[in-house]
């Protein structure tokens, strides 16, 4: 129902309520103002658009959620669901469940614990979109995957990036076969490529000493050994590629043919089926083409690292346990919820 107000000085209380509402266009019938209902939602408005009168007199008001790197608010639920099932349809046709995996990793991964302001202390908060960090050479052919998400995002305007890339990862791991992963969304988004984190922050394939290594990296985001291990696991999905990360074989007998794009080498004989075939190839390493980098190697070589690896080579749901747990921890680092609780799509 609308309501009529007669005194321009209405706008004001308007436009406040625009920050928690979602408003249809405003205009003048006859000299009055007339106010659509206010209809809540999720989302919250990420822009508001006054216009007035020569003769000094309120024209119009629109609120709309931005569709371009300003959003910055909470995903409607409703849109968050739809877009899973979009997700899932892609999944079907461009078989991409592994960048997608990484798409979320790599967004979530930069997160310092020992900085407190956000988004300085980097996390899961969209950064990702923007060609400054894009262009870090751990994200080398994560462009492919943003332009894969691309057009789900024009589609559901209520959805943060933040939230999407963590939906498409979470989605992939479930729909290859992956344990179902306790999510919750409504993530933030950064605004600007000047709120992007320094690079520097992602593991790298190839270390002087791995565990070390691993252990700086992920120490960093408040992750332990286990986190560590479990979420290594998920290398039983994917290819590595020379040409992006110096790794790997330019094709083997696996990845030749595809499905997707071919070539690159791949840790596991069925790299799109999640499962624990990581830990058991690399515990027995008996073929040449699979790949095994030194900071694969290493779980099996550090005592506390080992003591994992050897669990969830023998026991997959225990791997899927954790792993499912340590998957939804990566997902919420560092990341600024409305509302603080999050958002659950069950």
Same mark, same amino acid.
């Given at each position: ?14 436009? /406040? ?12 019938? &006859? ?24 003769? +000094? ?6 609120? $709309? ?36 995996? /990484?798409? +979320?990793?790599?967004?979530? =991964? ?11 202390? =980097? &996390? %899961? #908060? ?17 462009? #492919? ?11 559901? $305007? ?12 979470? *989605? %992939?791991?479930?729909?290859?076969? +992956? ?6 969304? =409504? /993530?933030?988004?950064? *605004? ?13 394939? &190839? ?16 992750? #332990? ?18 040409? /992006?990360? &110096?790794?790997?074989?330019?094709? *083997?007998?696996?990845?030749?043919? +595809? ?15 999640? @499962? #624990?075939?990581?830990?058991? @190839? ?6 040449? @083409?699979?790949?095994?980098?030194? *900071? ?31 998957? %939804? ?16 799509? @069950?």
């Amino acid at each position: 129902m609308a309501t009529f107000l007669s005194s321009k000085t209405a706008a004001a209380a308007i436009a /406040r309520s625009a920050i928690h509402h979602s408003l249809r266009p405003l205009s003048f019938v &006859g000299s009055r103002l007339r106010v659509p209902s206010l209809l809540p939602s999720s989302p919250h408005v990420s822009s508001l658009h006054v216009g007035f009168s020569q003769q +000094g007199g309120l024209k119009s008001i629109m609120a $709309t959620r931005a569709m371009s790197s300003a959003v910055s608010a909470a995903s409607d639920p409703a849109q968050l669901k739809s877009a899973k099932e979009d997700i899932k349809e892609l999944l079907k046709t461009k078989f991409c469940h592994p960048i997608l995996v /990484r798409l +979320g990793w790599h967004d979530a =991964g930069t997160y310092d614990k020992t900085i407190q302001e956000w988004p300085q202390r =980097g &996390g %899961a #908060n969209g950064s990702l979109r923007f060609e400054i960090e894009l262009k870090h050479g751990a994200n080398a052919g994560l462009v #492919n995957a943003l332009k894969l998400l691309q057009s789900i995002k024009d589609k559901y $305007t209520g959805i943060t990036y933040a939230d999407l890339f963590q939906l498409a990862s979470a *989605t %992939a791991i479930e729909e290859a076969g +992956g344990p179902k992963i306790p999510m919750k969304y =409504g /993530r933030v988004d950064v *605004t600007t490529p000047e709120q992007c984190p320094p690079e520097g922050r992602l593991p790298a394939a &190839g270390p002087p000493s791995p565990a070390d290594h691993l252990r700086e990296v992920f120490y960093r985001m408040g992750l #332990n050994d286990k986190e560590i291990v479990a979420l290594s696991g998920a290398h039983t999905l994917g290819r590595s590629r020379p040409e /992006r990360s &110096g790794w790997g074989k330019p094709e *083997t007998k696996y990845t030749k043919d +595809g499905p997707g794009a071919p070539g690159g080498q791949s840790w596991t004989v069925q790299w799109l089926k999640f @499962d #624990n075939s990581y830990f058991k @190839d690399i515990k027995e390493r008996r073929d040449a @083409d699979l790949l095994v980098l030194p *900071t694969d190697a290493v779980l099996f070589e550090d005592p506390s690292f080992k003591v994992y690896a050897e669990k969830y080579a023998e026991d997959q749901d225990a791997f899927f346990k954790d792993y499912a747990e340590a998957h %939804a921890k990566l997902s919420n680092l560092g990341a600024k919820f409305e509302p603080p609780e999050g958002i659950s799509l @069950d």
